[in-house]
């Protein structure tokens, strides 16, 4: 059943009380008039419990601004969201989630004269929207979003995202499942989820907890990036005293390496949620030790998230 306005709904239920309930929860496709993200599309999903999504089809179909009951979850600079062509230094931070690969995250290197961008070539690619609606199923619906995007080089290979978001009607979570597909040439494959929050959840009195265990000390105690080992199965939860609560989920086995981030400079207060496929090292040190290797043509790499909100 679907929970809404403090009450179980079955779908014959809701759609006797509503002429349309599609015209109170759905996907609208919208495009940005003014500013710079102007003519960027957006997606924006009203999924019922206070939740709004929205989704960024020309930034691999990423996840924008998210409200929940009034509070945001996201972080934005003051430009707010950008476009490739407007963003510069850090622009693609806006919104909840940056997807950063597939070929390099982090910091722009140059090794054996090829260039690798500030958190990957794919990062600002745009994505083809391959369907977007609402899917029942017995008495519970799901908004489900499938997108593709590609990364071509001559003489480097190809890769092929296929991400599928799904936003739960009356619950208040997010499920990203993506499978990366090596085409044509070995590609080394490397992924991070960039999550990214500000006010009312980046704050001094912030606490962030792996799997329960207390990493405050350690990863907020001062402006810095670190980083320490996934578990298995791992929940991140960043929250305030009394106030509201942010959560992913992630397999560890993807994505080995949880990294945090702080910057509660004036006028920033940012702290980021980071897991990856790699540790904190130089690109080249990477590849020396063996832990960057290519991956043949016909591999599938898979990775995802639940992102859950509580107010």
């Known amino acids: 059943m679907v929970r809404l306005f403090g009450e179980d709904w079955t779908r014959q239920d809701l759609e006797r009380a509503l002429p349309d309930p599609g015209a109170l929860f759905g996907i609208e496709h919208l495009q940005v008039a003014d500013g710079p993200a102007r003519g960027q599309r957006v997606m924006r999903i009203e999924a019922g419990a206070g939740l709004r999504v929205e989704l960024l089809p ?61 958190h990957g070539g794919m990062m600002q690619t745009p994505a083809r929207i391959l369907s977007a609606a609402a899917r029942w199923s017995g008495d519970t619906c799901v908004f489900r979003i499938e997108a593709e995007a590609r990364q071509f080089a001559l003489g480097t290979g190809t890769l092929r995202l296929r991400r599928e978001v799904e936003i739960p009607l009356g619950a208040r979570e997010i499920r990203i499942a993506d499978a990366l597909d090596v085409i044509g040439q070995p590609v080394p494959v490397m992924a991070m989820y960039h999550v990214n929050l500000g006010l009312p959840l980046a704050r001094g009195t912030s606490r962030l907890h792996l799997n329960g265990a207390d990493l405050t000390e350690s990863a907020l105690g001062t402006d810095a990036i670190t980083t320490r080992p996934s578990r298995p199965a791992s929940q991140v939860t960043l929250g305030t005293p009394g106030g509201p609560t942010f959560r992913i989920d992630y ?13 509660m400079s004036p006028g920033t207060g940012l702290i980021c949620i980071e897991p990856a496929t790699h540790e904190r090292r130089r690109r080249a040190d990477l590849i020396e030790s063996g832990a960057l290797v290519p991956s043949p043509p016909g591999t599938t790499h898979r990775f995802g998230a639940v992102l859950r909100f509580e107010p």
Not at 85 to 103: E, K, P, R, V
Not at 251 to 263: E, K, M, W
């Open 58 to 118: 020309d930034r691999l179909c990423d996840i924008g601004a998210v409200w929940c009951d009034g509070v945001p979850y996201f972080w934005t600079g003051p430009n707010g969201a950008q476009t490739r062509l407007t963003s510069g230094t850090n622009g693609t931070l806006y919104g909840l989630l940056q997807t950063c690969g597939f070929d390099h995250i982090r910091a722009a290197e140059t090794v054996d004269g090829t260039a690798y961008l500030q």
């Open 251 to 263: 397999d560890g086995g993807a994505f080995p390496v949880l990294q945090t981030l702080r910057n």
